[in-house]
Structures are given as structure tokens and as C-alpha cells.
């Protein structure tokens, strides 16, 4: 049975191409499908958001490890949604220092939470898409 090509997350096409790390043995074969934009060299080293997939159509590049990603958005490192990796903490209460709380928001480090504060508040919020996810730590 062949494992089907995934979709583009962003455009569902199926035009994509696979990334390739660690050395990748010149010959006819693997010179062909880079040509053909089926396979991309990814370097010598992988990180843990470097993308599995690119869509030869949008440009969108993605990464399937979905162990990884849950790990890493419950760290707050990266959107389970959107996969951004600006994200900022949710400031929940009222702030003692007004003029370090309204720096902190223009530079995205943190998000205005509210001062009514519950048992179940989230304690993350993406930049980008605004989802908000995460359980708030009691201070």
C-alpha cells in the first residue's frame, strides 16, 4: 500500500515538495527530482519546527511532527493553530507598573488578559491569529 502525498494546509494542493536533510547522495536520480522540485535539500542539521513539506503552488512550508508541535504550544513556543511563533503571555489582574504593562503590549511580549481572573484562563495568545490556549499559572 503507498502512504498518500499529503495536502497543502494552506491551498490543498498536492503539489509539493519533500524536504531532505543530511547528505544527499549526488546521482541522476536525486538531481532529477530536484530539478522537478519533488525533493529540496534541508541542510545538514534539523531543528524541531524545520518543515517536512513546501507547496510548489502557495510557497507555504510546513512541518507534520504533531507530537512535537503539541509539545511545543503547551510550552507556548508556537500557535496550535496557525503555527506562528510570536506569541505572548496573557496578563491577567491589574498591573502595578502601567508604563511597563503598556511597553510589554506594543512589543507583543504580553496580551491584556482582564482583571476578572478565573480557574480555567488561558496563558498563551498568538500574535497573529489571536488564539488564546493554555492553562494561567496561579501566581
Given at each position: 500500500m503507498t502512504k498518500k502525498?499529503?495536502?497543502c494546509p494552506k491551498c490543498s494542493?498536492?503539489?509539493?515538495?519533500?524536504?531532505?536533510?543530511?547528505?544527499?547522495r549526488r546521482d541522476t536520480k536525486s538531481d532529477g527530482l530536484i530539478k522537478d522540485e519533488k525533493i529540496i535539500?534541508?541542510?545538514?542539521s534539523r531543528e524541531w519546527n524545520s518543515p517536512d513539506w513546501r507547496c510548489n503552488d502557495c510557497d507555504r512550508r510546513w512541518n507534520e511532527d504533531k507530537k512535537m508541535k503539541t509539545f511545543m504550544s503547551e510550552l507556548g513556543k508556537i500557535c496550535p493553530e496557525c503555527?506562528?511563533?510570536s506569541i505572548a503571555w496573557i496578563f491577567w489582574g491589574?498591573?502595578?507598573d502601567m508604563d511597563w504593562?503598556?511597553?510589554a503590549i506594543d512589543d507583543k511580549e504580553i496580551a491584556g488578559?482582564?482583571?476578572l481572573v478565573t480557574d480555567h484562563d488561558p496563558k498563551w495568545e498568538c500574535n497573529?491569529?489571536?488564539?488564546?490556549?493554555?492553562?494561567?499559572?496561579?501566581?
Amino acid at each position: 500500500m503507498t502512504k498518500k502525498k499529503p495536502m497543502c494546509p494552506k491551498c490543498s494542493s498536492r503539489n509539493l515538495a519533500k524536504f531532505v536533510y543530511g547528505l544527499v547522495r549526488r546521482d541522476t536520480k536525486s538531481d532529477g527530482l530536484i530539478k522537478d522540485e519533488k525533493i529540496i535539500r534541508g541542510g545538514c542539521s534539523r531543528e524541531w519546527n524545520s518543515p517536512d513539506w513546501r507547496c510548489n503552488d502557495c510557497d507555504r512550508r510546513w512541518n507534520e511532527d504533531k507530537k512535537m508541535k503539541t509539545f511545543m504550544s503547551e510550552l507556548g513556543k508556537i500557535c496550535p493553530e496557525c503555527d506562528s511563533q510570536s506569541i505572548a503571555w496573557i496578563f491577567w489582574g491589574y498591573p502595578g507598573d502601567m508604563d511597563w504593562y503598556l511597553k510589554a503590549i506594543d512589543d507583543k511580549e504580553i496580551a491584556g488578559g482582564g482583571c476578572l481572573v478565573t480557574d480555567h484562563d488561558p496563558k498563551w495568545e498568538c500574535n497573529d491569529c489571536f488564539h488564546r490556549w493554555g492553562v494561567r499559572d496561579d501566581d
